[in-house]
């Protein structure tokens, strides 16, 4: 499988490339050359496989050229085995039509964890054996951090630079992320949003002078290989509720259009989906483009959903590229335009293309907190807020026989303060982090300018500190 460049000017690469290289040397974001495809019978096949399983059906077409089907199996059956729940995504019935797919039972306590521990191998497997040195940059909002920083701490050969805005994240994540002691482990607050934060990562990435020095790589949902790992659980929770013959519908709390993008995936590869509700909150950028046909970035708001506070979405143009005819050419203007003046318009294609499948919902705060009263009192399930948008948007959108999957994407107790608001229950710390807040955290915090995260990189990275001796 071959991986092109959404701005169609940086080479294509195989599976193995594109991974390594996360974004694309031309500013965009790779997507395979052409959707695989998987017939109503290959769906069917999948019922009753294990979620292992599932993954190596799934992801082989994918990775095809670069790992054999039994090497493919070995990394995920590694990246898995640190589950704590045996059916790894468990779905859990809350109403008559409705259903939970719980992502968090990974190392991190979020669905981050099934796409990273995945990516964690990947790349020990694709650096084994080479003399490359990887430096990871990456950005959160609070969750991407932890499970990127689980995945690879320890790792030879791999260094990771982590930005998060100061502040505004939780008490557990930010905690998750600086208490892992490793020498190769740098955890940066920065003084600034998380748009802010995501915009000095692009900055290094983009800064030949800079990135030169440097085999870096991303963990961000910009990674091809993230995006692929979650194309699994869509197939996983169908064919266990009825699917391939019924269509499905989800409802995924949305930040940087990752998650849900990979539900647009699996639609392209032939998985029956009814409908993709993408569900934010206040922070509203992709309800107003996918409804008015209007990109337009706003200041952004900070919610008891920080993983969600985002009002660029890195992903969405992968969706606006691919529905808009793949002209790599045509989009990168469109997103320059949009880089300059911090809006755009969709094309007809554009809003065309999205709207049989995509339905979008804002959540306010109230309606929140009101989704996890509603989940603790009608089915005894205590929810974290960022599940609690998608679920309410899942109530608004259901239709009758169809089931809805809400991805339930963070554990209760990684925000249990917003929790015990709404609901007065407090979840305690699951056993693998109960010691969280006994733990010593080491970080540092940088100002919000490219010179001063760059040279903070710089002076830190081995492969720089072995160029300059
Ligand atoms: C990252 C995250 C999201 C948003 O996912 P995207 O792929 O960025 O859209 C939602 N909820 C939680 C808990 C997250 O960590």
């Known amino acids: 499988m071959r991986y092109v460049s959404t701005r169609g000017d940086a080479p294509a690469l195989d599976f193995r490339g594109a991974t390594l290289a ?32 599932t993954a190596v059906a799934v992801m082989a077409p994918f990775v095809a050229g670069s790992l054999t089907r ?20 468990p779905l859990v019935q809350v109403d008559h039509d409705q259903w939970l797919m719980e992502l968090f039972h990974g190392p991190t306590l979020a669905f981050k964890d099934v796409a990273l521990q995945l990516l964690g191998q990947l790349f020990q497997k694709f650096l084994t054996g080479t003399d490359t040195r990887l430096t990871i940059i990456g950005a959160t909002s609070g969750d ?12 030879d050969g791999i260094d990771i630079f982590m930005l998060h805005p100061e502040g505004r994240v939780s008490d557990v994540q930010r905690r998750q992320m600086t208490t892992v002691i490793a020498p190769n482990v740098h955890n940066i607050a920065i003084r600034g949003d998380f748009d ?29 290989a993230r995006l692929m790992a979650q194309v699994v659980y869509y197939f996983y929770a169908a064919v266990r509720l009825g699917g391939p013959e019924r269509a499905v519908a989800f409802s995924v709390p949305t930040g940087n259009f990752g998650d849900v993008f990979a ?8 998985l029956p989906i009814a409908k993709l509700v993408v569900a934010t909150n206040v922070n509203d950028i992709l309800a107003r483009a996918l409804s008015t046909g209007d990109y337009s970035s706003r200041e952004v708001i900070a919610t008891p959903t920080p993983s969600m506070d985002i009002q660029v979405s890195s992903n ?71 599940t609690a948008i998608g679920l309410a948007a899942a109530r608004r959108q259901a239709v009758d026989g169809v089931p ?31 010691d969280l807040f006994d ?25 720089v500190r072995s160029a300059w001796t």
């Open 316 to 386: 969405f143009e992968r969706l606006l590229f691919d529905l808009g005819g793949r002209d790599g050419r045509a989009l990168a203007a469109q997103m320059k335009d949009f880089e300059r003046s911090r809006a755009m318009r969709l094309t007809n294609a554009q809003s065309q293309g999205a709207s049989g499948l995509f339905f979008s919902e804002r959540v306010d705060v109230d309606e929140m907190a009101l989704a996890m009263r509603w989940a603790s009192e009608h089915s005894g399930e205590v929810i974290d807020p960022h």
């Open 196 to 224: 802010t934060a995501q915009g000095l990562v692009k900055a290094m990435f983009n800064n030949p002078a800079f990135s030169s020095r440097f085999t870096l790589s991303a963990v961000n949902s910009i990674n091809w």
């Open 70 to 89: 039994d090497e493919l199996k070995a990394l995920c059956e590694a990246a898995y085995g640190r589950f704590s729940h045996a059916a790894i995504v």
């Open 404 to 434: 809805m999957v809400t991805l339930a994407t963070a554990h209760p107790a990684k925000f249990r303060d917003a929790v015990e608001r709404a609901t007065g229950l407090r979840p305690s710390l699951p056993g693998r982090i109960g």
């Open 263 to 270: 539900g647009y995936v699996a639609a392209k590869m032939g």
């Open 22 to 53: 996360g974004l694309a040397s031309d500013g965009g974001l790779y997507l395979p050359e052409t959707w695989p495809t998987l017939s109503a019978q290959e769906i069917a096949g999948l019922a009753g496989l294990s979620y292992v399983d």
């Open 439 to 463: 733990r010593a955290e080491r970080f540092d915090t940088v100002d919000a300018t490219f010179d001063a995260v760059s040279e903070y990189v710089a002076a830190r990275d081995p492969c």
């Open 144 to 155: 991407t951090g932890s499970a990127a920083i689980d995945a690879v701490a320890g790792r």
